[in-house]
């Protein structure tokens, strides 16, 4: 799919599907990767001729901000699909099963269920063996029998993360240097790092971190200690969502030590993950400032704050309301008949100053719709 404006795609697909035209897309490539779909500023109005069909999504009341962003995009493109359309929330798995049953009751004709590792596939199959129509949006669903899954991208992404971060180091006029990683558990992105940056970057390294302080002052500190030890990184990226502010903290903090007490001596050699290759001696001019480009991922209300105040320069986003709408407009397309891709992904896209607008309209609505702070 394009990066077209949501309203646009949907009206597209409602004009195909009502008058007939509607191409049916073959089943020799089961697996189709679509791009974000693009907010609109204000609320589409609903369209005419609605489908009579009710049509359901199952998920979790537990007050993610990414939740409620999967619940908007359901029931947003479910109006402008003009379908009835009604959350169940449930926690837990019998509570699951319980909305399965009563969305039969209901008479819904499809259901989107949230199945976060795996924990709901007991409901999902239940949903299957009922008959509906069931699409699991943004997570890997293993369960024999559903009509589609709509997975959100997890490692792709990693690609364009890395280079957003090379372009900007490149802008800063840096001709080596290293990128690191910080998060809870780093292994698979780390790798996917440095393969990446070979293959385009390869004046530039790649180094891991992983918390392990419980307090957020500790975790703080050990990667402050970090940075001021290892002033050849010159990029980051914050793979949690939570660790952004931890991250721009322990930077202004290595920033300060170094002000304050000068470069640890003697001159260490650079930190890499076990079982990588010796790294080559940084450039003297590297260590003489900590200046890091940080990257971070999703956008939350502190990561925004971050954001705005410059000290992150790119936030990749979480696809909730891009995989739940996704989703929503292939429960269109079976009840009406057509075929669709087993298997679908979403792109993860990286705001910047000049893109963060249509997210954030997206997240405003959010809020407004569930009255949240």
Request: some cysteine.
């Amino acid at each position: 799919m394009h990066k077209k404006a949501i309203v646009w795609v949907l009206t597209v697909l409602l004009l195909l599907v009502h008058t007939g035209c509607a191409q049916k897309e073959t089943t020799s490539t089961p697996v189709e990767t679509t791009a974000a779909i693009s907010a609109e500023p204000s609320p589409s109005p609903i369209l005419e001729n609605s489908v009579p069909h009710l049509i359901g999504f199952i998920i979790a009341g537990d007050g993610a901000i990414g939740t409620y962003m999967a619940m908007y995009g359901f029931l947003h493109t479910a109006e402008i699909l003009g379908y009835p359309a009604k959350l169940y929330r449930a926690t837990g798995i019998e509570n699951a099963k319980k909305a399965v049953s009563e969305a039969v009751a209901d008479g819904c004709k499809g259901l989107l269920v949230f199945d976060p590792s795996g924990i709901n596939d007991e409901a999902v199959r239940l949903a299957v063996q009922s008959g509906l129509h069931v699409v699991v949006p943004y997570h890997t669903c293993s369960v024999e029998g559903i009509d589609a899954n709509i997975v959100a991208d997890t490692s792709e992404y990693v690609e364009e993360v890395a280079r957003g971060l090379s372009v900007r180091m490149i802008e800063r006029s840096l001709k080596s240097g290293r990128i690191l990683v910080y998060g809870s558990n780093t292994a698979a992105i780390y790798e996917e790092f440095v393969q990446d940056i070979a293959a385009y970057y390869p004046q530039f390294g790649v180094a891991a971190f992983d918390r392990t302080a419980q307090s957020e002052q500790g975790a703080i500190d050990e990667l402050a200690q970090f940075l001021l030890y290892n002033r050849d990184i010159k990029g980051m990226y914050v793979a949690d969502s939570d660790l952004a502010s931890i991250a721009v903290s322990a930077r202004s903090k290595a920033r300060s030590l170094l002000k304050a007490n000068g470069a640890p001596s003697p001159t260490p050699v650079p930190s890499l993950a076990p079982g990588t290759t010796a790294a080559p001696t940084p450039n003297p001019s590297l260590l003489s400032d900590i200046i890091i480009t940080v990257f971070a991922s999703g956008l939350s209300d502190e990561n925004y704050a971050l954001f705005n105040g410059s000290d992150i320069y790119g936030l990749c986003i979480e696809p909730y309301y891009e995989t739940a709408a996704q989703a929503t407009m292939t429960l269109d397309k079976l009840i009406n008949g057509d075929t669709v891709p087993s298997v679908s992904r979403v792109n993860r896209p990286i705001a910047y100053a000049d893109t963060i607008d249509k997210y954030l309209a997206i997240q405003k609505q959010v809020k407004e719709l569930f009255g949240l702070s």
